[in-house]
């Protein structure tokens, strides 16, 4: 494709963006000599921040809107992107951004809580384009086909992770709301031809007054849209019924995942902080709002705001004293699964828990079990599930359980994860309806203050891609299900277009609600067979990490391809939930242990991908190589360790480069790779000792990277290239 990079990689945040500043040196200098163009393209959460304000900054501080310039390169057919996992913001992250830029001369505005000017109103509009899963339905033109390498699942059997022992009386357990929730209000309609054309959303209060909640929304035939609402009553019932009901020795949490839901479940996330501190918020409430606390904010941010005030500390700490434990995510730092929304990210945390036979860990550092109350009945069965089936028979063997693969519905911001434009919290008590152009009533809810409302669409040619895809995957794969739950309103409507298309193909896929595909999948890979999951986007953004986290050990492992709707290619590398954690150690020890294995598969399809796409026979023959050199970094034990002194990921890309060019230089296919990359292999190993002294002379010492979300380059490549013998070679 004449007008677009051969390929495009994107810089992103954390530790993928670390890593970028050691891997993606060595790709773009073994690509250019095979004459393929590498070229950079900033999503990073600093960089969109910066994009949205032209007018606030220098001409030489502008940046380019490289999301929306990506979001048109993927809707061509040969659009090829290799996507890092970038940081989906919450509001505590993006507030973090801000200030990080501000003190290092970037004239932003500060957030504007609560708007209130014209001029504060359009900051707020601009800001919330980067809150959130900004990124993903932008780029994801395509459904998902997420799963593990072969040799990554060949290294996983054979070198098994550790996983904790289960035992049927553990107290560990799900609790989800008795109903009232997103599951039981949940309403959906498929758009007939005279419905097509706009809509709108309508508020209407008690005292009929209307307010238009959203204007210009646009359906086409064909397309499934949802709508639905939690109680806020309810919910916060349930959460004072689970804390009453808590068991001596039981952790309380709440798995949510406000990065990604980031209109709905950061309120959730604040009705368990509220209801958890009612009594200290009862007797403080005046102050605290006079100290700008939001709940939605968590415990982190009122701890801040209300350091030095010896009434409020005393009271604070009697509160939390008398309340049950919490599930901690840092038990070493006191940072409990209520501090930060964002830190309650749903599909790491469960799986871990899972993993770790139902233990999670307390505030005095010590494994217990958890009571872990996911609110909504749309996915919380799973978890339910998955748990009742290990206390029932033991943990997983992963030297002999099958391998799970995820077909995933997420083209064009399809289901709840498109649904952020469309989500309120209502003001008052009154009436939520979708009404039509044409004067109809698609959909219309009874709602009290403080109720969380969200409407959610899935369009008719991603749907039936998806389903296309899913009986591809397994007529490739053996066994499958179709995770479709026929009690569910959206689920009905998707069922009525998945039959139909299993009857004209003379395919019996089963389709299974959450609860009983899990049992299905979990009994399939015990049995050593290997099963496609077929999904929407929640789940498939939940399954990619829980069975990979089962089976492999780790998510960031998994090959993940989507297959854009006009052709492209879109290779996205693995999950970046540990990120920070990893960013962390590097500054304080450098010593960083993320892994690139993720990076490496996507980049050997990525390369393949080019060869047929542009019929580029050099790049098959790079994409061969990386698959043999990443096979050998498994192999040979050269994959990042968590403690200095080993292995980390500077020292993985080494022999990743090494690996790749001796298999260059082996191969017969092209000579003139061959002969290019034999004297860079020879060079290589010869030099090895010194190469490997140098990368590891300054593990153990503190780095300045000259900061979290925008680091110094300069900075950055000093820490991340530190062997300048093997920077010779690779320039």
Not at 389 to 396: D, I, P, S, V, W
Request: charged share 25%; proline share 5%.
């Amino acid at each position: 494709m004449s007008d677009t990079p051969d390929i495009i990689y994107t810089k992103v945040d954390e530790a993928p963006e670390l890593a970028s500043h050691s891997l993606l040196p060595i790709i773009s200098s073994f690509a250019k000599a095979a004459d393929i163009d590498v070229e950079l393209r900033n999503i990073s959460l600093a960089g969109r921040v910066l994009s949205q304000f032209p007018d606030y900054l220098t001409d030489d501080q502008k940046v380019s809107d490289d999301l929306a310039w990506l979001g048109e390169i993927v809707k061509k057919p040969g659009a090829n992107v290799i996507k890092l996992p970038n940081i989906s913001a919450s509001v505590p992250q993006l507030v973090a951004t801000i200030k990080e830029l501000q003190g290092q001369g970037y004239a932003l505005p500060d957030y504007p809580y609560e708007p209130s000017t014209d001029e504060e109103k359009d900051v707020r509009a601009r800001y919330d384009t980067v809150k959130g899963s900004a990124v993903n339905p932008v780029l994801r033109e395509g459904n998902s086909d997420r799963r593990a390498a072969k040799a990554v699942k060949n290294y996983a059997m054979a070198n098994p992770h550790r996983m904790g022992d289960w035992s049927s009386d553990s107290k560990t357990h799900v609790a989800s709301m008795p109903g009232d929730d997103f599951y039981a209000n949940e309403t959906s309609a498929t758009i007939s031809a005279d419905q097509t054309g706009g809509a709108k959303i309508v508020f209407t209060a008690e005292d009929g007054t209307e307010t238009v909640l959203k204007d210009g929304l646009s359906y086409d035939e064909g397309t499934v849209v949802d709508a639905t609402y939690m109680s806020a009553a309810t919910l916060r019932d349930f959460i004072r019924k689970e804390i009453d009901s808590m068991e001596p020795g039981v952790l309380f949490s709440v798995h949510l995942k406000a990065t990604m839901m980031k209109v709905s479940d950061p309120i959730i996330f604040g009705h368990f902080v509220a209801v958890y501190l009612e009594d200290f918020i009862s007797k403080h409430g005046d102050k605290l709002k006079e100290l700008g606390w939001n709940p939605n904010s968590g415990l982190g941010d009122l701890e801040n705001r209300i350091k030095g005030d010896a009434t409020l500390e005393a009271d604070y700490k009697s509160v939390m004293d008398a309340q049950p434990p919490m599930y901690m995510v840092d038990s070493d730092k006191g940072i409990s699964n209520l501090h930060v929304s964002s830190d309650v990210i749903i599909d790491a945390s469960m799986p871990a828990v899972i993993k770790a036979g139902g233990i999670g860990w307390g505030p005095d550092g010590e494994p217990a079990p958890t009571k872990c109350c996911i609110p909504d009945n749309c996915y919380a069965p799973v978890y339910d599930e998955t748990i009742e089936y290990f206390k029932q028979t033991g943990k997983l063997d992963v030297t002999t359980c099958g391998a799970v693969s995820n077909v995933g519905l997420m083209a064009q911001k399809a289901e709840e994860y498109g649904s952020h434009p469309t989500t309120f919290e209502i003001p008052a008590k009154g009436k939520v309806e979708i009404v039509l152009d044409n004067g109809g009533v698609l959909h219309s809810h009874n709602v009290d203050a403080g109720d969380i409302w969200r409407s959610a669409t899935a369009k008719k040619a991603p749907i039936l891609d998806w389903i296309q895809l899913g009986i591809d995957r397994t007529k490739a794969t053996g066994k499958a299900a179709f995770w479709l739950d026929e009690n569910r309103a959206h689920d009905a409507e998707l069922i009525a277009y998945v039959k139909p298309v299993l009857a004209e193909q003379g395919i019996d896929i089963p389709i299974m609600a959450p609860r009983e595909a899990t049992r299905f999948t979990l009994e399939t890979m015990r049995d050593g067979e290997d099963c496609v999951t077929i999904t929407g986007n929640v789940l498939r953004d939940y399954l990619t990490d829980l069975f990979p986290i089962l089976e492999l050990g780790t998510s960031a492992k998994m090959l993940s391809i989507v297959k854009l709707m006009n052709g492209g290619g879109l290779f996205e590398t693995g999950a970046g939930g540990s990120a920070p954690k990893h960013v962390q150690q590097l500054m304080e020890e450098n010593h960083l242990r993320w892994d690139s294995l993720g990076e490496f598969c996507a980049l050997g399809e990525s390369f393949k991908f080019l060869a047929d796409a542009q019929s580029k026979a050099s790049a098959q023959v790079l994409g061969e190589a990386v698959e043999a050199a990443t096979q050998k970094v498994l192999e040979n034990g050269n994959s990042p360790e968590r403690k200095v002194g080993q292995n980390d990921n500077r020292t993985s890309h080494y022999w990743f480069a090494r690996y790749w060019a001796e298999a260059l230089a082996a191969q017969s296919d092209d000579a003139k790779l061959a002969e290019h990359f034999k004297p860079v292999a020879a060079a290589m190993a010869e030099k090895e000792a010194q190469i490997i002294e140098e990368l590891m002379a300054d593990q153990g010492k503190a780095v300045d990277l000259g900061g979290y979300y925008h680091g110094d380059e300069e900075k950055t490549y000093a820490v991340m290239r530190p062997s300048a013998t093997l920077n010779a070679i690779v320039d």
